[in-house]
């Protein structure tokens, strides 16, 4: 018998609801300013919660500001089984980050690379799908006060087929809204837990990329992980739905899909809304600076010769800190020049070394913000 996952839904009111709002909160951050700073600032913080909570959803021990510091601390190769599972997270948002930049599409082989990256042990390797369990062992998703099953996914061997069903309603369903069809590839992978471990995580990864994709991560900002967190029992019974524990009695085809689309909607709806009062306070507070208009490249430039106490910087030094050629270097001081940020230190025909312009060197370091 073959087993297939079937997502039929309706448009409830609470639904068309939470629609309407979600494109009213994703307009209005369209239309706000906020200096490049700020934003920078806004993304990183976000991202840390996303990894923070995420992690925690799964038992994480750490606090906020332990993974703030294992993000921020270089590379430990001593860390403990809750650290490197924060900075496979991290690292998995990068991927994924650097994926919209190369608009890559969900496919199977994108699905095993986020994977391998939450998994991450000893080096980057591919994590195929669960085995078969031995006689007598049941591979199920427990409840940690009853230690009674509460989750019984397919058997393994259905796995490959129901993940190509999965992938075919994704690739067939593009004009569904972006947030339902986040929401129900959330459901659906969770529900086949393809894996052995890293399900939850990856599905949240997952839901996270389709609002990217399609620009409904509000900015950068969204990180609706920590509703979840804080609201663990309503998180998972929306998953659950009323459903029996079995996948194969109704999880494959929930007659009651609205009650997690809702949830998921519901979550999306309240993160817009605080995103929304934080994001309208800085633009509120925004003065000009002359940072303004400055790009990464500017910022990290101006970063390093504030931090080093850098008077004079040569050409070659500035190739160092970039990574690029000598020639490039050439090019891009001409720009800073241009830009006003530097000045030439050594006479007017061929300059191998510059100095930070008076306005720049007057600036705080803490104005400059995060610069990933």
Do not use: C
């Not at 994703?26 to 991202?47: C, D, G, I, S, V």
């Amino acid at each position: 018998m073959v087993i297939k996952m079937k997502f039929s839904f309706v448009y409830t009111h609470e639904i068309i609801n939470y629609l309407i709002k979600i494109e009213r909160y994703k307009t209005a951050l369209e239309y706000l300013y906020l200096p490049t700073r700020a934003k920078q600032k806004m993304n990183y913080e976000a991202k840390l919660k996303k990894t923070h909570f995420s992690t925690s959803i799964e038992g994480n021990v750490l606090s906020f500001n332990q993974v703030k510091r294992v993000i921020e601390q270089k590379e430990d190769i001593n860390r403990v089984k809750a650290e490197i599972e924060v900075k496979n997270y991290w690292d998995a948002l990068t991927f994924l980050e650097k994926s919209k930049q190369e608009n890559k599409q969900i496919d199977l082989e994108f699905i095993f690379k986020l994977h391998d990256i939450v998994e991450r042990k000893n080096g980057l390797k591919r994590i195929g799908f669960r085995e078969p369990t031995p006689p007598g062992v049941l591979f199920a998703v427990y409840d940690v006060k009853t230690q009674n099953p509460e989750f019984i996914p397919p058997e393994s061997k259905d796995i490959p087929l129901l993940m190509d069903n999965l992938l075919n309603w994704y690739k067939d369903n593009q004009k569904i809204p972006a947030v339902i069809k986040a929401a129900i590839m959330h459901y659906g992978f969770v529900s086949i837990h393809p894996f052995g471990d890293g399900n939850g995580r990856t599905a949240r990864l997952l839901a996270t990329y389709i609002l990217m994709l399609e620009d409904y991560d509000y900015k950068g900002f969204n990180s609706f992980e920590e509703y979840y967190m804080y609201d663990l029992d309503g998180y998972y019974r929306a998953l659950q739905m009323n459903l029996p524990p079995l996948f194969y009695d109704g999880r494959n085809n929930p007659p009651n899909l609205e009650i997690w689309i809702e949830y998921f909607l519901k979550i999306l709806v309240l993160n817009a809304e605080k995103i929304y009062e934080a994001a309208l306070k800085v633009s509120k507070s925004y003065s000009p600076s002359i940072l303004d208009g400055l790009s990464k490249k500017d910022l990290v430039l101006i970063r390093y010769m504030l931090e080093n106490n850098k008077e004079i910087i040569k050409n070659k030094e500035l190739a160092s800190l970039y990574g690029v050629t000598p020639r490039a270097i050439s090019k891009w001081a001409l720009e800073w020049v241009n830009k006003g940020i530097l000045k030439p230190a050594s006479g007017s025909q061929r300059i191998t070394s510059y100095k930070l312009a008076n306005q720049f060197r007057k600036i705080k370091i803490s104005d400059l913000g995060f610069i990933d």
